[in-house]
């Protein structure tokens, strides 16, 4: 454990999925500040500020640090941007409101440069997302009269293609645009076995965060996410069944 006596949780849930690293190195810590924006996020800091209505945890640190008149240096300015613009699909989901708008002119103003930014975070991706993509496509199934889309990956590929986690960042999207589509979901295969379920839903009708809190995951009702045990091929039935059944 580190030597510590705060630490603060960002844009996390629950406390069990900070990781085991981050819950060891911060072991000591006297006081556990939670700043985030899930709704299914019960509290668990000894300090807590939680807002269902901001699109973005980004967007939180944002107001605070302007409340607070801190410093926003460019390393700040940035990384609240990319912050923001990946948590609203490039200010694209529902959630986005006037004041990410809002804060996204001022951080113009205040020296951001949009085109770089934005260059570096989506259009600079190895090859080996490309062949991860070919991949995922593959295991595309449609379902629910094409009302549902879903993927996977098997840990096995990850392996051959030589991925990282971040490769997958941001791939549901490209299912989730598919014409008819009201659900994507990805299930991907981690290296201890468990299952990674992320969801996301374009019909306002379709809360996938209570789906995910039926099997202990959370999130947004637009966005959310399980950790389930395997197999993986389990996990799709359960989940798409549920998904289904709330279509």
């Known amino acids: 454990p580190l030597d510590v006596e705060v630490a603060i949780a960002l844009d996390t849930a629950t406390k069990p999925r900070l990781g085991e690293n981050a819950l060891r190195a911060a072991a000591n810590a006297q006081v556990w500040l939670n700043i985030d924006h899930h709704i299914s996020n019960p509290g668990y800091g000894d300090a807590n500020h939680i807002d269902a209505t901001s699109p973005a945890t980004g967007q939180i640190l944002y107001r605070l640090i302007r409340a607070l008149n801190l410093p926003l240096p460019a390393e700040t300015r940035d990384a609240i941007y990319v912050a923001v613009s990946t948590d609203t699909g490039s200010f ?16 113009i103003r205040r020296g951001l440069d949009v085109g770089t930014v934005n260059s ?10 490309v062949e991860l993509m070919r991949a995922l496509l593959n295991t595309l199934q449609l379902s629910s009269c094409g009302n549902v889309a879903s993927w996977e990956l098997r840990d096995k590929t990850r392996v051959e293609l030589g991925l990282r986690p971040e490769d997958s960042e941001g791939l549901i999207d490209i299912i989730r645009a598919i014409r008819g589509v009201r659900v994507a979901v990805f299930f991907e295969e981690l290296p201890d076995g468990k299952i990674r379920v992320s969801m996301r839903s374009k019909d306002t009708g379709v809360d996938v965060c209570r789906i995910a809190m039926r099997f202990g995951g959370g999130g947004h009702s637009l966005a959310a996410g399980i950790r389930m045990a395997g197999p993986i091929a389990d996990a799709r039935n359960q989940v798409l069944a549920a998904v289904e059944q709330a279509i």
């Open 92 to 107: 694209q989901y529902p959630s986005t409101t006037a004041a990410t708008y809002e804060m996204a002119a001022d951080l």
């Open 120 to 129: 570096k975070t989506y259009d600079d991706h190895p090859y080996r997302r």
